[in-house]
């Protein structure tokens, strides 16, 4: 029992908030700018899936299947494995290969796979009739993307952003191994390393603060979506 | 012959499917007169919204050629048919409006997509929602409407741009009769007030009965019989049609007769 209170002293003292606290904010750091270039990624690789369709607005059969086992073949890599990967481009774009910038890329690019995917997902899901009605009134292309196709799953993708922004969140843990700091990386060093059993608790804690955070926040704009639209 | 305002030839539809070619349109032509409200009937898959679609080509015929007004349809650029989709309006079973959307900025998506100017778009938007007759909903959104509602934001989004022709795909059918009558009063409204020439794509005998003036008989992607309504529906010579005539005569007349209930 002393034990017990002993580890919650710890857990709620002030030289271990000291550690956690930046941590945090190099978490929401990184998550943040992944976010913002995973968003921007996924939707642009999302919208291309969609639109090379054989069945979509400007079918490419050959291409889309090449650019569908890509992205594919990217998902089913483990998100350690695609970091190592990406450094190198990293590098070529701000000059370093390690550190917060470059893992910030490394980790944008992990999850953007998967989140266009669910983009694609929630794009197939409006119906063919709406979009056969746009074209009806002669509209183009681009105006289905962005006035139809995009507006209308607008809750779905809200929802896979969430998703997809949790899923980055786990993976900035890995990214203290590349010299990025954050909450997984204190729970590797203090935690595992040094058997500081509180600040891996401390860490974890912080942690699912952070993912419940997101995940309530993303689900009330959903619904608040939802609610406008009266559906 | 002289030159019908719709004229259809030759039209040829298949689909390739899993090794199976299925012909959804065998050979058809058809011509429509200006302002005439044109019924197209047949069972489920006999090709009828096939054959819609084929005259704004949101599908694409195999074959054959259709010309309205004197322009050939089937030989577009692209870019001309946007222009050309324009001239029709079209309108669906299941309303296929933007949930996203008010029901102003529904009918406003026609106007946009035209590349009309705001005061413009706005003007007009407020006259259709006054032919439809639902200027107290312009800022609801479709999810609050009812089903009869959403069809007339739908005509209104197809009345927008001022077309030519009104494609109708079973507009009435998923809408109860009453609803379904007062939907069909609007579009015989707007036929007689604009001359518009409709096209109707439906199973339902009444629907054709109530509204068209001619009426042509799908059957396994083939015209079997066309006419005068009054014709074909006194004197039907397809199997489709006879076997319609027959169903809504027990269903009306003979049911005092000889109904199972009574």
Known sequence: MSEFLKLLENLFSIKTWEVIWPAILETLMMTTVSTVLMGVLGLLVGTVLLVTRPDGLQPKRVFNALFGAVVDALRSLPSMVIIILTLPLAKLIIGRSWGPGAVMIALALTCTPMFARMVESGFLDVSRGKVEAAKSVGARNWEIMLKVILPESLPSLVRSFTIAVIALISVTAIAGWFGAGGLGDVAVRYGYNRFLTHMMIAAVLALIVIVVLVQVCGEAIARGIVRKRRL | ?262
Not at chain 2, 51 to 72: A, K, M, T
Not at chain 2, 230 to 256: D, Y
């Open chain 2, 1 to 262: 012959m002289s030159e019908a305002f719709i004229q259809v030839r030759n039209l040829n539809k298949a689909y390739i499917g899993r090794g199976q070619t299925v012909e959804v349109l065998k050979d058809v032509s058809l011509d429509i007169d200006r302002g005439d409200i044109f019924g197209i009937v047949g069972s489920s898959g006999a090709g009828k919204s096939t054959f819609l679609r084929c005259l704004n080509r949101l599908e694409e015929p195999d074959s054959g050629e259709v010309r309205i007004d004197g322009s050939v349809i089937t030989g577009l650029s692209h870019k001309e048919l946007l222009a050309f989709r324009r001239k029709f309006g079209m309108i669906f079973q299941q309303f296929n409006l933007l949930d996203a959307r008010s029901v102003a900025r529904n009918v406003e998506f026609s106007l946009t997509v035209a590349r009309q100017a705001k005061e413009q778009r706005q003007q007009r938007v407020n006259e259709i929602l006054d032919l439809v007759g639902l200027t107290d909903r312009r800022d609801f959104y479709p999810g609050q409407l009812s089903g009869g509602q959403r069809q007339r934001v739908g005509i209104a989004r197809a009345l927008a741009n001022e077309p030519k022709v009104l494609l109708s795909d079973e507009a009435t059918s998923a809408l109860d009769p009453e609803t379904a009558l007062s939907i069909l009063d609007l579009i015989k409204a707007i036929n007689r007030k604009f001359g518009l020439t409709i096209i109707v794509v439906t199973h339902q005998l009444e629907v054709i009965k109530y509204l068209c003036r001619h009426v042509a008989v799908l059957e396994n992607g083939r015209i079997v019989e066309q006419g005068s309504t009054r014709e074909v529906l006194t004197n039907p010579q397809s199997h489709t049609m006879q076997v319609f005539v027959e169903v809504n005569a027990s269903l009306t007349g003979g049911f005092l007769q000889g109904g199972e209930g009574i």
